[in-house]
């Protein structure tokens, strides 16, 4: 059974930071695309980022280049998201995702990218 655990959510002031984890267990880590979602109240779930098995990434949404750092750890099966410069409009429930097929086209901007497996998410709330 595979499943996807996040951590390292909390409340932080504007302009700092915070780095997110997701453990995978039952996964082949390494065989495929993983990403990170987020979804505030009352608004529709966005992509985040995406990371390819080698750790290359995939996409960065528009709002959050430059600011946050996608990243893997296959050795350790832990995906990893270094949110610097964090903004009010960052608060939100992080979720990740993660499929057996690599990256590709598929993804499009990540919003309906049809990742198999998700985690619960962790709650980041940033106060202006």
């Known amino acids: 059974q595979v499943q996807l655990a996040e951590s390292g959510g909390g409340s932080v002031q504007a302009g700092g930071s915070l780095r997110l984890s997701c453990a995978a267990s039952?996964?082949?880590?390494?065989?495929?695309?993983m990403a990170w979602y987020r979804q505030a109240p009352g608004k529709e779930r966005e992509g985040v980022a995406a990371?390819?098995?080698?750790?290359?990434?995939?996409y960065y949404a528009d709002s959050v280049k430059g600011r946050f750092t996608i990243s893997r750890d296959n050795a350790k099966n832990t995906m990893y998201l270094q949110m610097n410069s964090l903004k009010s409009e960052d608060t939100a429930m992080y979720y990740c995702?993660?499929?057996?097929?690599?990256?590709?086209?598929?993804?499009?901007?990540?919003?309906?990218?049809?990742?198999?497996?998700w985690g619960q998410g962790t709650q980041v709330t940033v106060s202006s």
């Open positions: 995702a993660a499929d057996p097929r690599e990256c590709g086209t598929w993804l499009g901007n990540l919003r309906a990218a049809n990742f198999a497996y």
């Open positions: 990371i390819y098995r080698g750790g290359g990434v995939a």
């Open positions: 039952g996964y082949v880590y390494s065989s495929g695309c």
